[in-house]
């Protein structure tokens, strides 16, 4: 243990900036296929929960569906060169027991400048620090809904502060987005022409030490379209002036009085311990409401994911273990203003009277899938186990929830969901990988349920060069 503290800093004192752009680059860029079949059977009014959460869209919550999916994709290979670049483009159609659809699944192009990332396309965004994987999901973006189109340019991955021998390392962007699902569309369900505005920066204390602290800020907001209610939200420079500084404006009087806008706010704060097998790291998720609470000083402090995360490499038949509580029934309160006092409370996460469709895309869930729009307080203890026993490899997910709908509208109602990722590469057949997904549901939430999906999946190398 001493001799590797000592070699990192040995090491990093020789760099007083370790970026990987100053190492040699031996790798070589790859062009990939891919084609998939998959099949959804549930015996509920729709599919159990986990076989479609977090699936970013892709899997119906129909109980009955299947998907095929085709298309090319380049993964970025090269950290060592001075850019890099990567692109996908998936079809997928889709058929299910109310409509056959398609639409693209990936439709991106990503290119690396240096350190500076430039992003167009349809791909997924994600933040904080757990297992994607394993978790149950960030709580502002976890990959549970279609990925909204935008266009992103920044500092995606921690990356040394130059001068500070990467001992600090930080990351930052800034990101404009188009929310294009049909509920919008239809005025009386959502409200046409929303944008996403969505900007994050972190800062990272230990590079190459065995301890690793870091803290991020994001922030994320509705902005635009054409409220059935409120009609014309704003589109032109003041009103991006506003919603870029979480200001006041607009044209409703909440707004003037607030901010313009549906804003959410996130904040992470992670412990990351590094052995040479072993990781380890915890970290504290929470959210606020139109930039009203931070973690210091901030009255809605019992809200948010507590989590930990182990991976190790030195057994394989469990590599992975995550545990994870979710709680958000504090809000800042049960009172928002009583006897003409304003209390802040009732901060109805992920909802806001012009953005009546909430914090959803094509009807889902775009943060953690446990909270909705319209099931806000909730309280989940969440176990995710993944690991490798002779070629299968398997995921293990486990969540027990309680829901108290909204402080406005409130009910009652607990689910218990299991689920089983079992998936095997079979060079034999072709080089197929197969995958079959159980799923249960227990509880007066979805009632019991039972379900399964099976998957054949094909990927391959068109081109190296």
Same mark, same amino acid.
């Given at each position: 243990m001493m001799s590797w503290l000592a070699c990192s800093l040995t090491c990093s004192a020789n760099d007083w900036w370790p970026v990987a752009m100053h190492q040699p680059d031996t790798a070589r860029d790859t062009l990939c296929y891919l084609i998939e079949a998959s099949a959804v059977a549930s015996s509920g009014a729709q599919a159990a929960f986990f076989l479609h959460a977090n699936e970013q869209g892709n899997i119906s919550s129909a109980p009955f569906s299947g998907n095929i999916s085709a298309g090319v994709y380049k993964p970025a290979t090269r950290p060592n060169r001075w850019y890099d670049y990567d692109f996908g483009v998936v079809l997928t159609g889709r058929f299910d027991t109310e409509r056959t659809t398609g639409y693209f699944r990936q439709l991106y192009a990503h290119a690396r400048l240096y350190i500076v990332d430039i992003t167009a396309g349809v791909t997924p965004l994600y933040c904080g620090s757990q297992d994607p994987s394993l978790s149950m999901g960030g709580l502002l973006f976890s990959g549970n809904a279609q990925p909204i189109p935008r266009l992103s340019i920044g500092i995606d991955r921690y990356t040394p502060f130059p001068g500070l021998f990467g001992y600090v390392e930080v990351k930052g962007g800034l990101t404009h987005g188009w929310f294009v699902d049909a509920s919008r569309l239809d005025t009386a369900v959502g409200t046409p022409g929303t944008m996403l505005h969505y900007k994050f920066a972190g800062v990272r204390f230990g590079g190459s030490l065995p301890v690793n602290i870091s803290y991020e800020l994001h922030h994320a907001a509705q902005f635009g379209g054409v409220s059935p209610l409120f009609g014309p939200m704003g589109t032109g420079w003041q009103t991006y002036k506003h919603v870029f500084m979480a200001g006041a404006g607009g044209n409703r009087l909440s707004d003037q009085l607030n901010a313009e806008g549906n804003h959410i706010g996130f904040q992470e704060l992670a412990l990351t311990v590094r052995w040479p097998q072993w990781t380890v790291t915890a970290y504290w998720q929470t959210v606020f409401e139109d930039m009203s609470a931070n973690f210091i000083g901030c009255s809605n402090q019992t809200d948010g994911l507590w989590g930990v995360s182990v991976r190790q490499v030195q057994w394989p038949f469990i590599h992975s273990l995550t545990y994870e509580f979710l709680n958000t029934t504090g809000q800042d309160g049960p009172y928002h203003d009583r006897d003409g006092l304003v209390y802040g409370g009732q901060s109805d996460y992920f909802i806001n009277s012009a953005y009546a469709q909430g914090w959803t895309h094509f009807g889902r869930m775009i943060g953690n899938p446990f909270v909705t729009p319209y099931n806000n307080r909730v309280r989940t203890h969440f176990i995710g186990i993944a690991g490798d026993i002779y070629g299968f490899e398997y995921r293990f997910k486990a969540a027990y929830t309680r829901n108290w709908g909204r402080y406005r509208t409130p009910s009652y109602s607990h689910n218990t969901a299991l689920m089983l990722d079992i998936n095997k590469h079979v060079e034999q057949a072709w080089g197929l990988d197969f995958?079959? %997904?159980?799923?249960?549901?227990?509880?007066?939430?979805?009632?019991?349920?039972?379900?399964?999906?099976?998957?054949? %999946?094909?990927n391959g190398i068109l081109h190296t060069y």
């Amino acid at each position: 243990m001493m001799s590797w503290l000592a070699c990192s800093l040995t090491c990093s004192a020789n760099d007083w900036w370790p970026v990987a752009m100053h190492q040699p680059d031996t790798a070589r860029d790859t062009l990939c296929y891919l084609i998939e079949a998959s099949a959804v059977a549930s015996s509920g009014a729709q599919a159990a929960f986990f076989l479609h959460a977090n699936e970013q869209g892709n899997i119906s919550s129909a109980p009955f569906s299947g998907n095929i999916s085709a298309g090319v994709y380049k993964p970025a290979t090269r950290p060592n060169r001075w850019y890099d670049y990567d692109f996908g483009v998936v079809l997928t159609g889709r058929f299910d027991t109310e409509r056959t659809t398609g639409y693209f699944r990936q439709l991106y192009a990503h290119a690396r400048l240096y350190i500076v990332d430039i992003t167009a396309g349809v791909t997924p965004l994600y933040c904080g620090s757990q297992d994607p994987s394993l978790s149950m999901g960030g709580l502002l973006f976890s990959g549970n809904a279609q990925p909204i189109p935008r266009l992103s340019i920044g500092i995606d991955r921690y990356t040394p502060f130059p001068g500070l021998f990467g001992y600090v390392e930080v990351k930052g962007g800034l990101t404009h987005g188009w929310f294009v699902d049909a509920s919008r569309l239809d005025t009386a369900v959502g409200t046409p022409g929303t944008m996403l505005h969505y900007k994050f920066a972190g800062v990272r204390f230990g590079g190459s030490l065995p301890v690793n602290i870091s803290y991020e800020l994001h922030h994320a907001a509705q902005f635009g379209g054409v409220s059935p209610l409120f009609g014309p939200m704003g589109t032109g420079w003041q009103t991006y002036k506003h919603v870029f500084m979480a200001g006041a404006g607009g044209n409703r009087l909440s707004d003037q009085l607030n901010a313009e806008g549906n804003h959410i706010g996130f904040q992470e704060l992670a412990l990351t311990v590094r052995w040479p097998q072993w990781t380890v790291t915890a970290y504290w998720q929470t959210v606020f409401e139109d930039m009203s609470a931070n973690f210091i000083g901030c009255s809605n402090q019992t809200d948010g994911l507590w989590g930990v995360s182990v991976r190790q490499v030195q057994w394989p038949f469990i590599h992975s273990l995550t545990y994870e509580f979710l709680n958000t029934t504090g809000q800042d309160g049960p009172y928002h203003d009583r006897d003409g006092l304003v209390y802040g409370g009732q901060s109805d996460y992920f909802i806001n009277s012009a953005y009546a469709q909430g914090w959803t895309h094509f009807g889902r869930m775009i943060g953690n899938p446990f909270v909705t729009p319209y099931n806000n307080r909730v309280r989940t203890h969440f176990i995710g186990i993944a690991g490798d026993i002779y070629g299968f490899e398997y995921r293990f997910k486990a969540a027990y929830t309680r829901n108290w709908g909204r402080y406005r509208t409130p009910s009652y109602s607990h689910n218990t969901a299991l689920m089983l990722d079992i998936n095997k590469h079979v060079e034999q057949a072709w080089g197929l990988d197969f995958g079959l %997904r159980l799923a249960a549901d227990f509880g007066t939430q979805f009632g019991n349920e039972f379900g399964a999906m099976l998957t054949v %999946r094909k990927n391959g190398i068109l081109h190296t060069y």
